[in-house]
């Protein structure tokens, strides 16, 4: 089903460039890159940056779960900025297990900053292609609080709160969050409805973890990690007014993990911030700005959906068809993601049955019968690959 999807994306891409040219709607476009490699049809660049807002906000994606050897991942910190760089994230987190060090022997990490201080350093020396990074740490305990990644930590040492896993207990994993709420860290449950939490798949909430979210001392959550969605996640997100995450989890290689080539991405997270700084991503955060990039899909809640779509997608007319008042116009996609619309207008497409993709970094000519003044034309279509609710899809007027 997917390389279908891909290849229709494809095709359409083809036409878009053997068609009559989008003009004057070229500003972000990426052709550079599109023969680069055989396959590179499918997206234009490996990129998933985002275009800014004209009131000079910020549409920022990064990826706060991340693991290197400096915990149970199998690379170096250095290897994790290479590749947000290469996926052009504006910042990612460094996010070892703080009680769950497997690698000790190898690696004895008596300080727990190390491996945020070397991805920041090899950030330094990566100059500006280089993501932001984000010190934090993956509390990881029995449910509850189960694992919680505490982000924008100020010394992920006092936050290790027992010296054995054997002592993990509520007690003393609530000094760790509250240990990180004191340092002015984001927190968030991660991998909700993970195997060993939720065997049958669906997340469960205990009396203890409901009141750690209602404390404020859970302020998100991963409603996707890696290749896993919970739609459970999404609701009780939505229920306790926490901020909505994707997360890639990388513990291998991102291009092991996902298929680049093939128009893929690793699972990730935008976040709309007053400015492009560490600060504005920490009060993006906080202010629950934020939507989940997973697998080709969008997730967030319905108003700061509306604001990403608003950003990324525009209408320009074009023009009339001969003879006709069948009116040509050109959406265009200025994100690093394809966007599927199903049209709810009153009006339906000539060149197109209900359901069009706007590919990646480019544009779709659409036909819309019966407008004789272009200047009302406007399409009302459901994002089919936008989630607002579990298996909810928001609907997006596009104006010139
Ligand atoms: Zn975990
Ligand atoms: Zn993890």
Sequence with gaps: MLSYLYRVCALIILFGLAGPSAS????????????????????????????????????????????????????????????????????????????????RD???????????????????????????????????????????????VQDANPILTIERRADDNLANARLALEEAQRQGAFTFWNHP????????????????????????????IEVANGGEFSEEAL????????????????HGLIDYDYDIIAGEHRTASLVIASERSLQGIRDGLEARQTVALFKNQFIGREDVMQTVLGAVLSLEVADYQRNSTVLRVNVRNDGPLPVV?????????????????????????????????????????RVLNAYTAPRENPVIVLRP
């Design 24 to 103: 004057g709607q070229q500003a972000t476009s990426q052709p550079a890159h599109a023969h680069d490699h055989p396959h590179a049809e499918v997206r234009p660049s490996r990129s998933l940056q985002f275009p800014d807002f004209p009131d000079g906000r910020a549409l920022l994606v990064v990826d706060l779960h991340t693991h290197s050897v400096f915990s149970d991942g199998h690379v170096w910190p250095t290897v994790r900025v290479w590749e947000s760089s290469r996926d052009q994230l504006d910042a990612m987190a460094v996010t070892e297990h703080l009680e769950y060090q497997p690698h």
């Design 106 to 152: 190898d690696i004895p990490h008596p300080d727990r900053n190390r491996s945020f201080e070397l991805a920041e350093l090899a950030a330094a020396n990566a100059g500006e292609s280089a993501p932001l990074v984000i010190p934090g740490v993956e509390i990881t305990r029995q449910l509850p609080p189960g694992h919680v990644n505490a982000v924008f």
């Design 193 to 220: 409805a993970w195997g060993h939490d939720a065997p049958a798949g669906i997340m469960q909430v205990p009396a203890e973890q409901q009141a750690l979210v209602s404390e404020g001392l859970i302020q998100g």
């Design 235 to 250: 609701q009780f997100a939505l229920d306790n007014d926490l901020a909505i995450l994707g997360t890639s989890d990388i």
């Design 341 to 381: 619309l199903q049209n709810v207008g009153p009006r339906n497409f000539a060149n197109a049955a209900s359901v069009v993709t706007i590919p990646a970094h480019g544009s779709l000519r659409i036909s819309i019968t019966d407008t004789p003044d272009p200047a009302a034309v406007y399409i009302q279509a």
